[in-house]
Nanobody
Framework: QVQLVESGGGLVQPGGSLRLTCAAS????????MSWYRQAPGKERELVAA????????NYADSVKGRFTISRDNAKNTVYLQMRSLKSEDTAVYYC?????????????WGPGTQVTVSS
């Protein structure tokens, strides 16, 4: 059974930091590219950060470059999102995503999300 479970969200003041964790199970984690997305109320889901299966390449939305860092530990089947200098506009539900393709099939999994609220 495939599972992605996010944790680490919460309420933080502007300028603060949070580290999100996504624990994966039920699939070969090291074969999947991993990403973090977010969705704010009334807005579309957007890509925040992504990393390749081995973690050698990362990509970030312009709005979070220099503030957020994605990393993964394939031995622990876990991906992280370190968030610093948080702003009110970072408030959203953050989702973990795993994706790979094999034999012409796309395998795409999502976690249920974790709420991040940046407010004083």
């Amino acid at each position: 059974q495939v599972q992605l479970v996010e944790s680490g969200g919460g309420l933080v003041q502007p300028g603060g930091s949070l580290r999100l964790t996504c624990a994966a199970s039920g699939f070969t984690f090291s074969s999947y590219a991993m990403s973090w997305y977010r969705q704010a109320p009334g807005k579309e889901r957007e890509l925040v950060a992504a990393t390749t299966s081995a973690g050698g390449w990362t990509n970030y939305a312009d709005s979070v470059k220099g503030r957020f860092t994605i990393s993964r530990d394939n031995a622990k089947n876990t991906v992280y999102l370190q968030m610093r200098s948080l702003k009110s506009e970072d408030t959203a539900v953050y989702y973990c995503n795993a994706v790979t393709s094999a034999n012409g099939e796309l395998y795409d999994y999502w976690g249920p999300g974790t709420q991040v609220t940046v407010s004083s």
